[in-house]
């Protein structure tokens, strides 16, 4: 009797390898099933509790509420951004980007779980009682913050115009909570305004929020001053706002490479937004100012120019709000949502935002700027000759001092750069640029 080796051996490997795709095949069915199994106990401990609750609860308590009080626990369970949105709350995420809302005039976020300030926004009523950035809110009237969502925060804060809310704060510095009673209006958000140095050639640039009008304002503003020789874009205290804004005003310096990217779970699914040469209107040498009150576009921006070396960044770290977050209809009338975290920011040279915030190039801190005996005189002097050119004015018309006024408002004087010790540290460095591209 012959054998053939050979056909022997290769029928034992084929049996073999049937054998452990077989094994593995079972082995991934089993895996499957343990999860699909593992999923519906989950749902059914959901399920149970959600029941149990309903039918024991010493108050009485609809299905529905119960509902949404486990979304608002699961929301706020995951991290500080994502929320659940009910019709109320999706129609307020609605209209804060277009310009115009009530209330006080503050971005709030939750920061180790405390109620904190991002930001007050520029000239509205909670920036003129003096709320400042990373102040703690502890009370909102006699309601303790704590354990409260941000959306309730936001609730209880907003209200009728021209009625008044008491807010406890805990701010850096203080030894005891500060009371501030601030009276709520319509907030009308001029976001982006320019004004000219007194005795510089230089433009200064504030944005207060990234709106949709951002882009457009800084173009105009730039074209209207063709004959300066730098830029400040102070990006102080913006608490952030329109991605796509964000991403149009550093396209308005940077000609080329990536602006920022985003990344989600799956690192391969990443999305990257690019810089084109067609929307660059200036290649002036530039400095942005940001402190902790910068978040989200604001960071994004500084972050961005950064990493280009199209700018020096001045003032004190920002505030670190660097996730992205997206709003996802949970109803079929679409009035109910979730803002949900998805993905998180990268700046050009791959660094994050989230949580860690934008290094400034120069750390310079708020307050007044640091002047000898010499220069502390000339402002002397310089005050007692408005004081006189003041009395003067004053037989003139009242169209006269109305224009004059107003005319004030667009210039920067000396004093007031003496006063912003961070401005003023901005302009010497920017003189400095200037000097170093002749």
């Not at 810089?275 to 500084?302: H, Y």
Request: aromatic share 4%.
């Amino acid at each position: 009797m012959s054998i053939n080796f050979k056909g022997y051996i290769h029928m034992k490997k084929l049996l073999l390898t049937l054998s452990i795709g077989l094994l593995l095949t079972q082995s991934v069915f089993a895996e499957e099933e343990i999860e699909e199994k593992s999923r519906f106990e989950s749902l059914s401990k959901l399920t149970k509790v959600i029941g149990t609750v309903e039918k024991y609860y010493v108050d009485d308590i609809i299905l529905e509420e119960i509902v949404n009080k486990a979304l608002k626990g699961l929301m706020q369970e995951l991290d500080a951004h994502s929320t659940f949105l009910d019709a109320k709350s999706s129609n307020e995420m609605s209209i804060q980007t277009k310009g115009e809302f009530g209330g006080l005039g503050i971005t709030v976020g939750m920061r180790d779980g405390a109620l904190t300030v991002i930001s007050p926004i520029d000239d509205t009523p909670a920036f003129k009682a003096g709320v400042k950035s990373s102040d703690i809110i502890l009370k909102i009237d006699e309601k303790s913050t704590l354990n409260m969502t941000l959306d309730e925060a936001v609730s209880f804060m907003r209200g009728k115009p021209k009625t008044d809310i008491l807010l406890t704060v805990v701010r850096k510095g203080e030894n005891k909570p500060v009371k501030i009673r601030i009276t709520r209006d319509i907030i009308k958000i001029q976001s982006v305004f320019s004004k000219t140095f007194e005795n510089e050639d230089l433009l200064y640039l504030r944005v207060s929020s990234f709106d949709r009008k951002v882009v457009e304002g800084l173009e105009k503003a730039i074209k209207n001053n063709p004959n300066v020789k730098g830029l400040v874009l102070d990006l102080r205290n913006n608490p952030g706002g329109l991605l796509s804004q964000a991403i149009g005003v550093v396209d308005l310096f940077v000609d080329k490479g990536v602006i920022v990217s985003q990344k989600g779970r799956d690192e391969d699914d990443e999305e990257k937004f690019e810089a084109n040469s067609s929307n660059t209107i200036s290649k002036l040498p530039m400095v942005v100012l940001v402190n902790g009150g910068s978040a989200s576009a604001s960071e994004i921006v500084s972050g961005a120019l950064q990493d280009h070396k199209r700018a020096i960044v001045i003032g004190e770290k920002t505030f670190g709000k660097g996730s992205v977050q997206a709003i996802l209809p949970i109803t079929r009338d679409r009035k109910e949502s979730i803002k949900l975290t998805i993905a998180k920011y990268y700046l050009p040279s791959g660094r994050t935002i989230q949580a860690v915030g934008v290094t400034p190039d120069v750390i310079a801190f708020s307050g007044k700027a640091t002047q000898d005996e010499n220069s502390e005189f000339k402002i002397k002097e310089a005050d007692l000759k408005k004081h006189l050119e003041g009395e003067l004015e004053k037989v003139d018309t009242k169209v006269k001092k109305e224009k004059e006024n107003k005319e004030d408002k667009k210039i920067i004087t000396n004093e007031d750069i003496l006063n912003d010790n961070q401005l003023n540290t901005s302009i010497g460095i920017l003189k400095s640029l200037i000097i170093i591209n002749k």
